[in-house]
C-alpha cells in the first residue's frame, strides 16, 4: 500500500453536496469535510474538471477556491510510526518492524483527513492515561466523544477494553473511525456512529 495522502488537491465549496456518484467513485477521491454551510473535497489527484461539472449539477454551490498540499502539511505533522509507552501507531503503509524483543502493542491507523495524526499532545497524553488506568484496574466499557481517526477507541480496544463506543458528528470522521477499526479487527468491541457529543 501506497500512502495516498503524498498530495492532496482541496476544493472549498460554498454549500454542502449531494451524494455524487461521479464524485464518490473516483478512485482519487478522499472525502468530505462539512463543516456548517460549507464543505471541502478532498482528492489525491487534480480534480477541476470533475469538481466544475458537480457544481454545474448541483444547485445551491459555490467553488471558493482550491489548495494544494502534502498530507504532512494538512495534518501539521509527520504521518510516521510513533511509540506512546507500550503502544506502537503506524500508518498501513508503513508497516512496523518486528522482533527486537520489544513488548509494545502495534495499532494500524490511516489518518485520513480529518483531525492529525495522533500526536497532538492531547491525544498522546489520553493515550498515556489510558494505558496507566489499564495496568491498575479492569476497565470493560470506554465512551470515546468527538473520535475524529479513532486512535483513543482503538487504543482501549486493544488494551482489552471489550465495549467501546465511539462517536463523532463528523460523517466523515466517523467513516475514517470504521476504516481504523476494521485495519485492526476491532469490529467485534468498537462501535462507532454519528452524533453530537452533548446529546
Known amino acids: 500500500m501506497i500512502n495516498p495522502y503524498e498530495n492532496l488537491y482541496i476544493y472549498y465549496l460554498n454549500g454542502i453536496p449531494k451524494p455524487d456518484p461521479a464524485v464518490e467513485k473516483s478512485p482519487d477521491f478522499l472525502g468530505t469535510w462539512v463543516e456548517e454551510e460549507m464543505a471541502f473535497l478532498f482528492f489525491s489527484s487534480p480534480q477541476e474538471e470533475r469538481v466544475r461539472n458537480l457544481v454545474m ?33 503506524s500508518p498501513p503503509w508503513l508497516a512496523p518492524e518486528r522482533g527486537n524483543g520489544e513488548e509494545r502493542i502495534d495499532i494500524s491507523m490511516d489518518p485520513g483527513v480529518v483531525f492529525g495524526t495522533g500526536r497532538h499532545p492531547t491525544t498522546e497524553e489520553c493515550l498515556v492515561l489510558v ?69
Open 57 to 89: 449539477r448541483q444547485t445551491g454551490l459555490e467553488l471558493v477556491d482550491t489548495y494544494e498540499m502534502t498530507g504532512e502539511e494538512w495534518h501539521g505533522d509527520r504521518i510516521e510510526p510513533y511509540q506512546v509507552e507500550q503502544l506502537r501507531i
Open 131 to 199: 494505558q496507566r488506568i489499564l495496568k491498575k484496574e479492569t476497565i470493560t466499557s470506554v465512551l470515546d466523544i468527538g473520535t475524529g481517526t479513532g486512535l483513543l477507541s482503538l487504543g482501549a480496544a486493544a488494551l482489552g477494553c471489550r465495549r467501546v463506543l465511539a462517536c463523532d458528528f463528523n460523517y466523515l470522521a466517523v467513516r475514517t473511525c470504521q476504516n481504523n477499526v476494521r485495519l485492526n479487527c476491532f469490529q467485534d468491541r468498537v462501535l462507532v456512529f454519528q452524533a453530537r457529543g452533548e446529546q
